[in-house]
């Protein structure tokens, strides 16, 4: 089975950084698209990051609001998947989940809807 857990969340300051891991068990985690989302409190839970695999490597994708200071990449040796996040802002205040999806799947990355199986979600604070 495909059980993701996260861990990395904290607080930090405005402009600081923290880097969240999700972490998987089964043996087949090469065959899973990985998401972030993000939920705020009395907010709905919001894409923030995926990625893939393909023929010619790994497919990336960003929502707006994160682009030029988050990174996602996946380390499949460890079956981890990191959310790097840079110049971080008190709207990234969240709890943030972590998703799988068997591939090849269907329908957009951007939906939860997508989305099997979901981690218990770590909270990231960030202070002004």
């Known amino acids: 089975q495909m059980q993701p857990v996260e861990s990395g969340g904290g607080l930090v300051q405005a402009g600081g950084s923290l880097r969240l891991s999700c972490a998987t068990s089964?043996?087949?985690?090469?065959?899973?698209?990985m998401g972030w989302f993000r939920q705020a409190p009395g907010k709905e839970r919001d894409f923030v990051a995926a990625?893939?695999?393909?023929?010619?490597?790994?497919?990336?994708y960003y929502a707006d609001s994160v682009k030029g200071r988050f990174t996602i990449s996946r380390d499949n040796a460890k079956n981890t998947v990191y959310l790097q996040m840079n110049s971080l802002k008190p709207e990234d205040t969240a709890v943030y989940y972590c998703?799988?999806?068997?591939?090849?799947?269907?329908?957009?990355?951007?939906?939860?809807?997508?989305?099997?199986?979901w981690g218990q979600g770590t909270q990231v604070t960030v202070s002004s």
């Open positions: 998703a799988a999806r068997l591939l090849p799947g269907s329908g957009s990355y951007y939906y939860t809807s997508s989305y099997e199986y």
């Open positions: 089964g043996r087949t985690f090469s065959s899973y698209a």
């Open positions: 990625i893939t695999i393909s023929r010619s490597g790994s497919s990336i």
